[in-house]
């Protein structure tokens, strides 16, 4: 199936190649996709974390948004973070994602990486992808062809619009084809999918680059109940070969994924442990699950 849909889209593809290319302001774009699976360093897992945060703290306007924040997460584990708004949860992914830098404070990948010496595009080329809360997939391509533009990497139009997926890049996009519950879609247009699927593809887009880390804030928000259950599927399918990190408000979700739970608010951690720990805890039920 794929060499005709890789002729077809080619030239679009070319195109948005360019687009990611030239719209590198924010690092958002590159800092997602557009890196290629090569080289890639081993991170060290040696001490049982693969990310280690250490006492963060940044302030806005002298508003401290993180304030003394120490979090860690094993390899392989499936950790859920919830808080009220404004606790610091999406500013905490920017700091991992070298978006924000913290005023002070450790943050490691593995225990040999310092990401607070890395940029927003080395730490997803290290292995850190990111989900924002809104898809933010390219509509007027197939979802075949947004896979694969997760592959491609700063080439230029015309390398990549000779850009041919190897064997190994093939058997990629369709296990994550399967993953993401949309291999019977694998020629539609972004834009006709439904919002969960959006998203499914946007995680698929991540997956292409094979991330050791994955950071999902607010996945689910807006889904219906049958995609937030397929997407717990997703996600307890990925946990194990992947680490992730999960923002979410839905205690149903948040149940299904089962695991540790970390509580943020005002800018550090609150409480950790079991989800019925967690909801048990009074502090907890004062700041978020109210009374
Ligand atoms: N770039 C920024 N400039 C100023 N204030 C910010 C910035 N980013 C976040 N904040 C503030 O930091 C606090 C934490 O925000 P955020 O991390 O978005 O919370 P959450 O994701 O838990 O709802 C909020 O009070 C927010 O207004
Ligand atoms: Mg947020």
């Known amino acids: 199936m794929t060499p005709d849909l890789l002729q077809q889209g080619a030239q679009r593809v070319a195109q948005h190649a360019q687009y990611l290319s030239e719209s590198t302001e924010s690092g958002g774009r590159d800092a997602g996709y557009g890196r290629v699976l090569h080289d890639r360093h081993e991170v060290d897992v040696s001490h049982g ?6 006492d963060v703290s940044v302030s806005f306007d002298g508003f401290k948004a993180i304030n ?6 094993a390899p392989g584990e499936l950790r859920c973070i919830i808080g009220p708004n404004g606790a610091g949860k999406t500013t905490m992914m920017d700091i991992i994602t070298g978006k924000t830098r913290p005023d002070e404070g450790t943050v490691f990948f593995g225990s040999t990486i310092d990401l607070l010496r890395h940029n927003e595009p ?20 197939t979802v075949f062809e947004n896979l694969e533009l997760a592959l491609k990497t700063n ?5 990549s619009m000779f850009f041919k997926l190897d064997s190994t890049q093939s058997d990629r ?34 997956l292409m680059q094979d991330p050791k880390l994955l950071l999902l804030d607010e996945p689910v928000a807006g889904m219906t109940d049958h995609e937030t259950e397929r997407t717990a599927e997703l996600f307890l399918s ?43 805890d009074e502090r907890v039920i004062e700041v978020y699950l109210g009374r």
Request: glycine letters at 10%; proline letters at 1%; aromatic letters at 4%.
């Open 155 to 159: 080439k230029g139009v015309k390398a």
């Open 49 to 54: 974390r693969i990310l280690y945060l250490e």
């Open 238 to 280: 990925l946990k194990g070969k992947h680490s992730l990190m999960v923002v979410e408000h839905d205690m149903s979700f948040i149940r299904t994924l089962g695991g540790t739970v970390t509580v943020l608010c005002d800018g550090s951690v609150l409480a950790q442990g079991t989800l019925d720990q967690v909801q048990a």
């Open 122 to 141: 080395e730490i997803a080329q290290l292995g850190i992808g990111r989900k924002f809360q809104k898809p933010t997939v390219f509509e007027h391509l």
């Open 173 to 206: 996009l369709a296990e994550v084809l399967h993953t993401i519950h949309l291999a019977g879609s694998v020629s539609a247009l972004a834009g006709v999918l439904s919002h969960g699927q959006k998203q499914w593809l946007e995680i698929g887009m991540l």
């Open 68 to 73: 003394k924040l120490s979090l860690d997460i």
